[in-house]
């Protein structure tokens, strides 16, 4: 069973940074693409940044210059270090992959971490 699981989400005033891991645990032959989505109240969830198996990655444009995604394949972990907080960042933040498993590749979900940027 292939999980994925989210943790650094949290509170942080305006301005301020955090730093979001996910980390892919269970049976599995590859990772391929890893990214990071999020869902505001009242809105649909959209893509924040996604990084190739590579290194090869791609931003919203509300995020570019503020936010970083990064991976250590070794660890089968994503990073999404985040600069420069608004408080229109605020939302759940998802973690995906495409993982490959026997069954063939599938996207998986992390279970998602708040996070609130507020004075």
């Known amino acids: 069973q292939v999980q994925l699981v989210e943790s650094g989400g949290g509170l942080v005033q305006p301005g301020g940074s955090l730093k979001l891991s996910c980390a892919a645990s269970?049976?599995?032959?590859?990772?391929?693409?890893m990214g990071w989505y999020r869902q505001a109240p009242g809105k649909e969830r959209e893509l924040v940044a996604v990084?190739?198996?590579?290194?090869?990655?791609n931003y919203a444009d509300s995020v570019k210059g503020r936010f970083t995604i990064s991976r250590d394949n070794a660890k089968n972990t994503v990073y999404l270090q985040m600069n420069s907080l608004k408080p229109e960042d605020t939302a759940v933040y998802y973690c995906?992959?495409?993982?490959?498993?026997?069954?063939?590749?599938?996207?998986?979900w992390g279970q998602g971490t708040q996070v609130t940027v507020s004075s």
């Open positions: 990084i190739i198996s590579g290194s090869s990655t």
């Open positions: 995906a992959a495409d993982i490959e498993t026997w069954v063939g590749s599938s996207r998986y």
């Open positions: 269970g049976s599995f032959f590859s990772i391929n693409t």
